[in-house]
């Protein structure tokens, strides 16, 4: 049996900002509106979220008897101004720290865990998000009450029992629509579950799916990714 308290203060040994700890049971069409957004065709060409559906909203197809989710929170700066490449990208390549700190993780805990970041069929917001870490905002990021949106994520999937779990905490965009007056191409959905049209956000065409903006869309002057929803979210000015 896994101890809670244990797993936080391990896990900002390790060098995480913060440690959030879910059950490990299926997400809700509420909590991850994928199949929903898939049949929207919001995906455009990112055939790859059709794949593994069920894994992605139960970590139990991922990991057979999986029990409980250790999510972590890594914060990064801030970036200093607009335009060029977006934040997440202005420092090393996140994927491999995180990983190590997984790493690093689950050997303090002596545990068997899959260790995922980013890149197995595991949403790691939408669980950051069910393990109490921030909510989901309407421009689909983690928004952390701390740190806003500048944060990684990576998380534990294991077999292992814990004493006690977080819940997640209350959605505060309230009335809020900051980010999608402020995203150029239109994309964020400005009612009902997040969501955003691949096709309509600059970002897509930038690192997922690289290939000239049609007609009718404008960067801003990023080349790499964009910050433009996130720079307008209020939680980020604090
Ligand atoms: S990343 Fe940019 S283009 Fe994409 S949804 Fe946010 S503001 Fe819109
Ligand atoms: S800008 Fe407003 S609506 Fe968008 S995520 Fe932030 S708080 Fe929510």
């Not at 913060?18 to 059950?23: D, E, L, V």
């Not at 139960?58 to 409980?68: C, K, N, Q, S």
């Not at 595991?122 to 909510?135: V, Y």
Request: hydrophobic share 35%; charged share 25%; with cysteine.
């Amino acid at each position: 049996m896994l101890s809670s308290d244990e797993v936080k203060r391990l896990a900002l040994a390790a060098g995480f900002d913060a440690c959030g700890i879910a059950r490990a049971e299926a997400l809700t069409d509420s909590e991850y509106p994928l199949r929903q957004w898939l049949a929207r065709g919001w995906h455009a060409e990112l055939q790859y979220m059709e794949r593994n559906v069920d894994k992605r909203l139960d970590p139990r197809r991922l990991v057979e008897g999986a029990r409980t989710v250790i999510c972590c929170v890594s914060a990064y700066p801030p970036p200093d101004s607009a335009g060029g490449i977006a934040a997440y990208a202005r420092h090393r390549d996140y994927h491999t720290d995180i990983k190590q700190m997984l790493f690093a993780l689950r050997q303090r805990l002596a545990i068997e865990a899959k260790a995922c970041c980013d890149t197995a069929p595991i949403s790691d917001k939408h669980w950051a998000a069910r393990a109490g870490l921030g909510w989901i905002g309407r421009h689909t990021l983690l928004v952390t009450p701390r740190w806003g949106t500048w944060v990684n994520l990576g998380e534990l999937v294991t077999t292992e029992e814990c004493d006690r779990y977080d819940s997640p905490v209350s959605n505060r965009c309230a009335d809020c629509r900051l980010c999608v007056d402020a995203c150029p191409g239109g994309a964020i959905a400005p009612d009902g579950p997040p969501m955003i049209d691949a096709a309509r956000c600059t970002a897509y065409y930038t690192t997922h799916h690289p290939r000239p903006l049609p007609d009718g869309l404008d960067a801003r002057g990023y080349t790499l990714g964009c910050d433009l929803c996130q720079l307008a979210c209020p939680f980020n000015r604090l």
